[in-house]
Structures are given as structure tokens and as C-alpha cells.
């Protein structure tokens, strides 16, 4: 059974940083691209950065760039966000995803309804 869980969410003043984690299990998904989108109350659910198989191809929202970094551990099946000089706005609750469409190896969409499993979430709030 395919599980992510997140962690590494929580409470941080303006202007500091996070590193949120999320662990893959029930198969091997190095071969997969996978996401971190993030919800705020009254929003829809928006990509913040996804990352290929290999690393080689990333995206980011245009809000995140040159803040945040998208990384991964194909070894740990794990991906990662680091998060710096956060901001009020980033306040939300951050999912990892992954998209296990073998037509879509090598491919990084920002597309939430193409990712097949999500974590639980981890809240991020961000105090000014």
C-alpha cells in the first residue's frame, strides 16, 4: 500500500526557514515525479514545486522561486523542501505527492489531478 507521510511543518517567524520531509513507502518511486503542493483556508490547492526522477527537472511556482529548494533521496524515497526567508503568505498546509503515470517519467506537471498519492499534510504557519 502506497503511503507519504510529511513532517517538518509548524510555526516560524517571518523571514525564517523550514525543511518539510516526506517519506515514501509500499513501493519504489525513484523512477516517479514527485510534488509539493500546499492549501490555504479559502483556496484552491496550488503546486509549489515538483521535481523529476532524476532530479534534473524541477518547477516551481512563481511565488517560491529563489525561496524555496525541491530536493529528493531516490535511496530513502524520500523528497524534500527547504524553505527559506518565509513569508506571511506562505502560511498553508504542505502535501507531498506522486505521479506514477509511466507515460510521464522524465515529465514534471504542476497539475494536482495527475498525482495519484498524498500525504496527509503538515501545517505551515508563518507569523509577521
Known amino acids: 500500500q502506497v503511503q507519504l507521510v510529511e513532517s517538518g511543518g509548524g510555526l516560524v517567524q517571518a523571514g525564517g526557514s523550514l525543511r518539510l520531509s516526506c517519506a515514501a513507502s509500499?513501493?519504489?518511486?525513484?523512477?516517479?515525479?514527485m510534488g509539493w503542493f500546499r492549501q490555504a483556508p479559502g483556496k484552491e490547492r496550488e503546486l509549489v514545486a515538483a521535481?523529476?526522477?532524476?532530479?534534473?527537472?524541477?518547477t516551481y511556482a512563481d511565488s517560491v522561486k529563489g525561496r524555496f529548494t525541491i530536493s529528493r533521496d531516490n535511496a530513502k524515497n524520500s523528497v524534500y523542501l527547504q524553505m527559506n526567508s518565509l513569508r506571511p503568505e506562505d502560511t498553508a498546509v504542505y502535501y507531498c505527492?506522486?505521479?506514477?503515470?509511466?507515460?510521464?517519467?522524465?515529465?514534471?506537471?504542476?497539475?494536482?489531478?495527475?498525482?495519484?498519492?498524498w500525504g496527509q499534510g503538515t501545517q505551515v504557519t508563518v507569523s509577521s
Open positions: 505527492a506522486v505521479d506514477l503515470d509511466p507515460l510521464r517519467i522524465g515529465v514534471v506537471t504542476a497539475r494536482p489531478k495527475e498525482y495519484d498519492y
Open positions: 509500499g513501493r519504489t518511486f525513484s523512477r516517479y515525479t
Open positions: 521535481i523529476s526522477w532524476s532530479g534534473g527537472s524541477t
